[in-house]
Nanobody, 122 residues
């Protein structure tokens, strides 16, 4: 079993900053990817940013958000600066992780965290 736990969400004024964390734990052999998504009320879930050497960002957050990952801690981060009300959403971590089975083979899975609410007031 693999668990992803997000933290760091909250309420901020327009122009404020927040730093989200996503900690992976459990049966982890290799972490291939840790990405950030968000879902605003009445909208579909969208990709915000990927982590890694060639990080990809949604156009709406480029220049304001920075995604990173600490492999030693199995933790991803999303630094969000200059927040605006359009950034209000539940933010989710998604990770692609391989685990070891009792027989010694590996299997890959995609996992979601429970989400953390970010609210930006105007």
């Amino acid at each position: 079993q693999v668990q992803l736990v997000e933290s760091g969400g909250g309420w901020v004024h327009h122009g404020g900053s927040l730093r989200l964390s996503c900690a992976a734990s459990g049966n982890i052999f290799i972490i291939y990817a840790m990405d950030w998504y968000r879902q605003a009320p009445g909208k579909q879930r969208e990709l915000v940013a990927t982590t890694g050497n060639n990080a990809i960002y949604a156009d709406s957050v480029k220049g304001r958000f920075t995604a990173s990952r600490d492999n030693a801690k199995n933790t991803a981060y999303l630094q969000m600066n200059n927040l605006n009300p359009e950034d209000t959403a539940v933010y989710y971590c998604n990770a692609e992780i391989s685990s070891l089975s009792p027989a010694g083979s590996t299997y890959r899975g995609r996992y979601w965290g429970q989400g953390t609410q970010v609210t930006v007031s105007s």
